[in-house]
């Protein structure tokens, strides 16, 4: 049986595989219907209509597909803690 | 309802915080501990005893800790690619 952060690896992969396909990386339509089905709030709250195609200049090929959800999960995290930190406060 | 990429996203979160404790990063004792709990087979199959040790000195603070789950994925899926590959020529 899978530990919980094992499981969540394992979800990070198949959702990396079921978008990319048998090309093996994520172009930038791929990537885009994954953040749409995904993260639906992130790319309707974002201003900036070409976030996508800024976020794919630093995105390369299948490799840097986790870096990037590390990179958003740390800023979820940066969020959070901020949050749990006002919370206490009061 | 969270999409199952953003439920993996918080398990990282809430497994990073459940070892953090208050400290609000990882020490190498409260990693060792994670590793043990959530990756039971990957120090059980390490040879080489110092591997914790030798995370954390690539391991600075909380930010860090969710780019070592990003490497990790990273070689879990190489693994789990040349897996597929070899299985598919079958």
Known sequence: MLSQMEHAMETMMF???KFAGDKGYLPKENL????????PGYLENQKDSLAVDKIMKNLD?????????????????????????QKRKK
Not at 67 to 82: D, K, M, P, Q, R
């Open 32 to 39: 885009r219907v994954l953040m749409e089905k995904q993260f």
């Open 61 to 85: 090929l299948d490799q840097s597909f986790f870096s990037l959800i590390a990179g958003l999960t740390i800023a979820c995290n940066e969020y959070f803690v901020v949050y749990m930190k």
């Open 15 to 17: 959702m990396f595989h």
